[in-house]
């Protein structure tokens, strides 16, 4: 099982990333896919989430309206478009696959995301 995260880096304020989360090793669309981040010396915290039909997408407040998440069955793959990032934004972004009806979880190892003029 695998989860790779990539699309991080640095970027200025205002700016956009696009992350993405590729998956192998389990039956993708059985999951709930989900992106949390973690600052230094905070918890990491959920960001957004998509069901297994990409038909309802959540957001945490401090992100509505500026990240997008969605996902591509076909590909295996879920993604994370954050517009007019701001240097609050500045973390570690995991993707975390969620089985529902069991506990199985599986997370990405994480790509950073640096908001910095």
């Known amino acids: 099982v695998q989860l790779v995260e990539s699309g991080g880096g640095l970027v200025s304020p205002g700016g956009s990333l696009r992350l993405s989360c590729a998956a192998s090793?389990?039956?993708?669309?059985?999951?709930?896919m989900k992106w949390y981040r973690q600052a230094p010396g905070k918890e990491r915290e959920w960001v957004a989430g998509?069901?297994?039909?990409?038909?309802?997408?959540d957001y945490a407040e401090s992100v509505k309206g500026r990240f997008t998440i969605s996902r591509d069955n076909r590909r295996r793959t879920v993604y994370l478009q954050m517009n007019n990032l701001k240097v609050e934004d500045t973390a570690v972004y995991y993707c975390?696959?969620?089985?529902?009806?069991?506990?199985?979880?599986?997370w990405g190892q994480g790509t950073q995301v640096t908001v910095s003029s």
């Open positions: 975390k696959a969620e089985a529902i009806g069991s506990d199985t979880v599986y």
């Open positions: 090793g389990f039956t993708f669309h059985y999951y709930v």
């Open positions: 998509v069901t297994r039909d990409g038909g309802v997408r």
